[in-house]
């Protein structure tokens, strides 16, 4: 077997990055390790700016021959990728759960499926894409979208081939080529998707895969001057870095950044379904940007609403995420299960009480597994002013506050620097409509969570994000939109 091979459960992965259709190899190399046990997975390419510009040299030498393949054939190679994917939907989950620790059963059931969804709704819609033509005094004025170029994808850990084929289909579809960089904490189903469009037939430079570590591989793409558009979901201190260096260039960027999104229950809810609605915020061990980790609750159901929580989070099964009866799995990294626990314990010293779960004792779910388990924690007791309260803590840590009246929930639900999402329970049909009016947050649920349709606009307000992708969205973002007049009979009219 190559020294580049590593194999994750059965499945062969390809540590390499992927560039102009070939796998590269660097010097260097990090170790990727899985959360699971601490086992190493492989030795994966470590880029940095040669990468970068091998890469960005491919995306741009393939951009004409893409841009000018017509729309249906595009959409057929997109089709084909999609049905890669469920081909090996399979693999594609179990190296996922080795990679980030997130359970098996999602990523089968769910996150795979959406995987290959996002290829087939992006082509689907590359097909419908039109606006109508204008009229005016004579002449014909056409919107057309032309491709922009190439396109750098950064994604995080804790949804990689999510994250990254919600980006990558439509950049791809819209005629863009495409350079990912996916988190060094969950590099392998990249370098499966990279295999996977090259048996699909995607040709080669379409689709670059650079491995590496932010500040190397990621800061030497971003920054690079050929680059069209950044697209980039993670951490709002990286957004920064990244915008910063994208304004060297002007480099349109696209950022979705997280949040610390509310969750209000009024009085008048379904109480039992307000309550399942909270313990969905454990999911994926909280390590899901649209959380929604403040529990907002009206005084007279806080009692019960408190009691019923606690009882179903505390029972809630933390373990191995490849089995079919675990709730909640480890956390991506030690290195975020250590950041968690500072929070917490920073919140308990600041007053706050842990209703459930709180910092571990010796060994507690560590022990078991050797991995970086977290207890699901209910946090009781906390100031709105608070850094539990104000900062995203990228775990399976909830704050529980109470409310008397509809305006201090709406004031208390706005009162971050953050907009991304907000749940509503209420059985109130004009007090939802009321409440969502004045939240500002770029996703709205009343009494469900999570729900999401492709055609629908996603991203944050306030530091949750820059942008929107999502259905046309995503089609302007990764498109140069162009407007063409024409005057019919070389009629103008001066005037
Ligand atoms: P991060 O934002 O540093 O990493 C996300 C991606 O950005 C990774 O691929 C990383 O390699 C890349 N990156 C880092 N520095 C870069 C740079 N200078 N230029 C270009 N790319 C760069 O997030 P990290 O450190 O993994 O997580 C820290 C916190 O971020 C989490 O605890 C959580 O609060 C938040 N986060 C939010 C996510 C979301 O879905 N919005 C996802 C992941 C993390
Ligand atoms: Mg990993």
Redesign the pocket.
């Known amino acids: 077997m190559s020294e580049h091979l590593t194999t994750v459960a059965h499945v062969p992965v390809d540590t390499r990055h992927f560039i102009g259709g070939e796998r590269i190899a660097s010097a260097r190399t990090f170790t990727d390790v899985s959360p699971i046990d601490g086992t190493p997975l492989g030795e994966i390419a470590r880029g940095g700016a040669p990468e970068a510009d091998a890469a960005v040299a491919a995306a741009r030498a393939a951009f004409p021959g893409w841009a000018d393949t017509p729309r249906a054939e595009r959409a057929r190679l997109l089709g084909a990728v999609a049905d890669g994917v469920e081909k090996r939907l399979e693999e594609l989950a179990v190296v996922e759960t080795h990679d980030n620790g997130a359970l098996l059963r999602s990523h089968r059931r769910g996150v795979m499926p959406r995987v290959a969804h996002n290829f087939r709704f992006f082509a689907d819609r590359l097909l419908r894409l039109e606006h109508e033509d204008f009229e005016t005094r004579g002449h014909t004025q056409h919107v057309s979208w032309d491709p922009a170029g190439p396109c750098v994808l950064?994604?995080?850990?804790?949804a990689p081939l999510l994250l990254a084929t919600w980006k990558a289909a439509p950049a791809l579809a819209a005629g863009g080529t495409v350079i990912l960089?996916?988190?060094?904490?969950s590099p392998l189903t990249a370098s499966l998707l990279a295999d996977i469009a090259t048996a699909a037939g995607l040709p080669p430079g379409v689709l670059n895969v650079v491995q590496g570590?932010?500040?190397e591989a990621?800061?030497a793409l971003?920054g690079h001057p050929d680059v069209r558009r950044v697209s980039?979901?993670?951490?709002v201190p990286?957004a920064r870095?990244?915008a910063a260096?994208a304004a060297a260039h002007l480099t349109p960027l696209s950022l979705?950044?997280?949040g610390k999104s509310p969750l209000l229950v009024f009085a008048d809810a379904d109480l039992e379904l307000a309550v399942d609605l909270a313990v969905q915020q454990y999911d994926n061990a909280g390590q899901v940007?649209l959380a929604a980790t403040r529990i907002l609750v009206e005084e007279p159901v806080a009692g019960e609403f408190t009691h019923r929580l606690a009882e179903k989070a505390a029972r809630l099964r933390q373990g191995d995420p490849r089995d079919a009866t675990t709730d909640l799995g480890p956390l991506v990294h030690p290195r975020?299960r250590e950041?968690v626990d500072g929070f917490v314990r920073r919140a308990l010293e600041a007053g706050a009480r842990a209703v459930v779960g709180g910092p571990p004792g010796e060994g507690r779910g560590a022990a078991r597994t050797g991995g970086p388990y977290y207890p699901p924690t209910l946090l009781t007791d906390v100031a709105q002013d608070s850094e539990i309260v104000q900062e995203?803590v990228?775990g399976p840590v909830l704050t529980l506050q109470t409310f008397t009246t509809e305006d201090e929930a709406v004031h208390l639900a706005n009162d971050t620097r953050f907009g991304l999402a907000a749940t509503v329970a209420t059985g109130d049909h004009e007090r939802a409509r009321r409440v969502t009016a004045r939240l500002v947050a770029g996703t709205v649920w009343v009494n469900c969570f999570y729900v999401r349709d492709l055609r629908a606009p996603f991203g944050g307000s306030r530091q949750s994000g820059v942008g929107r992708e999502g259905g046309d969205w995503s089609f302007d973002f990764y498109c140069d939109l162009k407007t063409t007049v024409s005057a019919p009979n070389g009629w103008t009219d001066h005037a």
């Open positions: 950064i994604t995080p850990w804790n960089k996916p988190s060094e904490w570590y932010g500040p990621g800061a971003v980039f979901t993670g951490s990286t870095r990244i260096s979705e950044l997280g940007c975020q950041k995203e990228f």
